[in-house]
């Protein structure tokens, strides 16, 4: 029969009631009794139930967002987390130059995504992130047709369920461990820690959603662990990406995210980080690989490389990152019309400064008014012949404030300023509620 353990705070009423100094009346000492009764029975009960789930930490590890590392925090055995979030877009009717464009407002419940993890022993651990986004996936879809011919097939629903990362973590020592699987690409911020209240704003920087598309996972393996002074690392082979589907808007549709990916071309990436004080983060991120997965043309290889700092201080939390990416001209040159409007070179970059004015009051709650000034290009240069689209180089100015009456939740509110060479730039307000468990 397993032994059954009572926590502090079953043992302090417990004590309490050996202790007690004073003789209250009899209905007192009833009514005080029904209560350490009805407690206890509660810890009893949990415990042959096991109904308690281990909150997540405040803080990540192992490369990961709080809620996405909590499997590593257990005794052993199964793990449960997630987060979610919900996104309401109110665009500006006008674009920079003045003229009328409508757009319509949105209201979204944008991710619900759950964690399960396994921990078999002190060394081997399971991790997975399962999302659903949008809310539904029904499959239905609405065609187009015109003279009894279908013209275009469209997706009704924008929904989808998708795996973000499933991976085995051998945890050899704290220096070097052994990753496979599906996993995150560790570069920028919030490719790796996308949770909701982990982050300002409502919604994620455009710099680590154009220029560094997250959420970006691989199929591969690797390796990764903490060293001497203060230094992590993570190192990875992985699929390359698929330049079939390189646009002038980036690399964003040529992840491949795992699912049935050509492994022609691998890329491999890494990232190393150095913690110089208490909340102080300075590093690097790099990725490069042959995007071109067909043999019929030459290599497009794909250079993208991030250098990032992060400061938190009391209530202060300040962010700045620089990327940029490069592609070979002669790759480019041979790929269809489409790819070639890729640029040669992506750049971009963003700081960014809140602060918790309730930290001068002491309070365990958290109201963050911030800023952040944002700076992208993914058309930077291009290769002869082809025209520059203005629209991209932008500029975009974040401004507003995020409540948390916890940590584990977090209520956003922010405008964005978009400018760009075009001046078709739109303007948006946003609301977000995020949380993760």
């Not at 995150?184 to 790796?192: A, H, K, S, T, V």
């Not at 646009?247 to 049935?260: D, E």
């Not at 990232?271 to 067909?294: C, E, F, I």
Request: avoid cysteine; charge should be neutral; proline fraction near 4%.
């Amino acid at each position: 029969m397993p032994s059954l353990r009572l926590t502090p705070l079953a043992l302090a009423l417990l004590a309490g009631a050996a202790f007690a100094q004073e003789k209250p009346s009899t209905e007192q000492r009833v009514a005080d009794l029904e209560r350490k009764l009805q407690i206890l029975t509660q810890e009893l009960e949990t415990q042959k139930t096991g109904a308690t789930v281990a909150a997540a930490p405040e803080k990540g590890s192992h490369g990961l967002a709080p809620a996405a590392s909590k499997v590593y925090e257990t005794k052993g055995g199964l793990s449960i987390g997630g987060y979610g979030e919900m996104v309401y877009e109110n665009f500006d009717s006008k674009l920079e130059n003045g003229t009328y464009s409508s757009k319509a407002n949105g209201l979204d419940f944008a991710r619900q995504i759950l964690y399960v993890g396994y921990k078999f022993n002190d060394w081997i651990v399971f991790n997975t992130e399962i999302e659903f986004e949008h809310a539904k996936t029904s499959g239905e879809q609405v065609t187009t047709s015109a003279g009894g011919n279908v013209t275009s097939v469209k997706q009704k629903d924008p929904g989808e369920v998708a795996v973000e990362f499933a991976y085995l973590d051998f945890l050899l020592s704290k220096g070097f461990n052994v990753r496979a699987g599906m996993m995150l690409i560790p570069m920028g911020f919030i490719n790796e820690m996308h949770e909701p209240p982990t982050y300002l704003g409502a919604k994620r920087p455009f710099v680590e959603q154009q220029l560094i598309p997250t959420t970006w996972r691989e199929n591969g393996v690797g390796i990764h662990g903490e060293l001497p002074a203060n230094l992590s690392y993570r190192l990875y082979l992985v699929n390359g990406l698929d330049a079939s589907r390189f646009s002038k808007a980036g690399i964003r549709g040529a992840r491949q995210n795992g699912a049935k990916a050509v492994a022609e071309s691998f890329a491999w990436t890494g990232r190393l980080d150095w913690n110089p004080l208490p909340g102080a983060t300075v590093g690097l991120s790099l990725y490069q690989g042959n995007s071109q997965q067909a043999d019929n043309l030459p290599a497009l290889t794909t250079k993208l490389m991030d250098v990032h700092a992060e400061y938190r201080f009391r209530g202060f939390q300040g962010r700045a990152l620089w990327v940029k990416g490069s592609h070979n001209a002669d790759g480019l040159a041979a790929a269809n019309a489409t790819v070639r409007q890729l640029g040669t070179e992506q750049k971009g970059y963003y700081v960014e400064a809140g602060f918790d004015v309730l930290s001068l009051a002491n309070s365990k709650q958290a109201l963050i008014p911030f800023l952040r000034s944002e700076k992208l290009n993914p058309q930077a240069e291009a290769i002869s012949g082809v025209t520059l689209d203005k629209s991209l180089d932008q500029k975009v100015l974040t401004y507003g404030v995020v409540y948390k009456p916890i940590p584990q939740v977090a209520f956003k509110a922010d405008v964005s300023r978009v400018q760009n060479e075009a001046k078709t730039g739109r303007n948006q307000v946003s609301l977000g509620l995020g949380y993760y468990f």
